[in-house]
């Protein structure tokens, strides 16, 4: 698969995780670990149902330790804490807080071996952060309208788990796609034993929540990572940096045309932050700057 194609795989996974947080609220009042349980059990079957018919993919589980633990700690503790947030905070808001993982990604990224933090990343997470503090205090300047809730810190947790699980798991570039199954069955067994432990069981009651709960498992949960995985591996990782960030206004977008939330100008102006601080720290991944050698051989 060339690369420009394997790119446009990796944007796939970005269009689907829109729908993490409209999916999560129409899957109703199922508890957050069970609710996890369900989805990355059904996340995993998407890829585990072709090992019989690929011997190969099984043995591409054989990694070393550290690969699990970056991969399970990341899934896990991410999506537990989303669903927390999205089920104890207003889910717009939740949602945008939580969506601030791609401007962290470029922050924390810049810190790895021949990058550097420049002013315009840090304009950009000001920007950012600014519009986080828009959409929770629906533009006042003191006070939420419906108060501080924990959802909002849990999403806002939920950014920097998954901006560190992202840039860490550069050092995994060879790992195959096939781990991902792996990632998946795994967090959902670790989410089953919290949720016995932690949590009375609540089943979907409309056939809407158990279509939310299985199209959220088997493409948000599923084949948006399996294509996530693929994408930043085999594509153009610098473009699909500067993609990610068209997720969280497709996710408020979703959340409003389907009846989930209201419509606030707060709303806009977050997202308009948001976006403005991302597409500022990726300047240097939107437009990069010929070396200086190459410029002169232009020239000549």
């Not at 810049?110 to 315009?120: I, K, N, T």
């Not at 998946?184 to 409309?206: D, S």
């Not at 939310?212 to 990782?237: S, T």
């Not at 009846?259 to 948001?274: P, R």
Request: proline letters at 6%; one cysteine or more.
């Amino acid at each position: 698969m060339s690369r420009p194609l394997s790119t446009f795989v990796g944007f796939i996974a970005i269009l689907t995780w829109s729908f993490l947080a409209l999916l999560s609220t129409a899957a109703g009042p199922v508890p957050p670990f069970q609710l996890a349980a369900m989805t990355f059990f059904l996340g995993g079957l998407v890829g585990a149902l072709s090992w019989p018919f690929r011997p190969g993919a099984v043995k591409a589980l054989r990694q070393p330790w550290r690969v699990w633990a970056l991969g399970v700690a990341g899934l896990c503790i991410y999506h537990c804490a989303y669903f927390f947030a999205i089920q104890s905070a207003p889910p717009v808001e939740a949602s945008l807080i939580a969506y601030l993982w791609p401007l962290l990604i470029v922050v924390f990224a810049s810190f790895l071996p021949g990058e550097r933090l420049r002013l315009h990343h840090i304009a950009g997470v000001v920007l950012g952060l600014a519009g986080a503090v828009a959409i929770v205090t629906r533009g006042g300047a003191i006070g939420l309208a419906g108060g501080l809730m924990p959802g909002h810190l849990i999403a806002l947790f939920c950014a920097f788990v998954w901006s560190g699980y992202s840039v860490l798991s550069r050092r995994f570039g060879a790992v195959p796609v096939d781990v991902v199954a792996g990632y998946c069955l795994i967090t959902a067994a670790v989410a089953f034993l919290l949720h016995l432990g932690l949590e009375e069981t609540v089943w979907p009651a409309t056939p809407v929540q158990w279509t939310a709960i299985a199209v959220l498992g088997a493409i948000p949960l599923g084949a948006g990572f399996y294509a996530w995985d693929w994408g930043c591996k085999h594509g153009d990782i610098m473009v699909l940096g500067a993609l990610s960030y068209a997720a969280p206004l497709l996710s408020v977008v979703a959340l409003l045309a389907f009846g989930y939330a209201t419509f606030h100008w707060s709303v806009a102006l977050a997202c308009g932050l948001i976006v403005a601080g991302a597409l500022i720290s990726a300047k240097d991944m939107l437009f990069p700057r010929k070396a200086a050698g190459q410029l002169r051989s232009d020239i000549a």
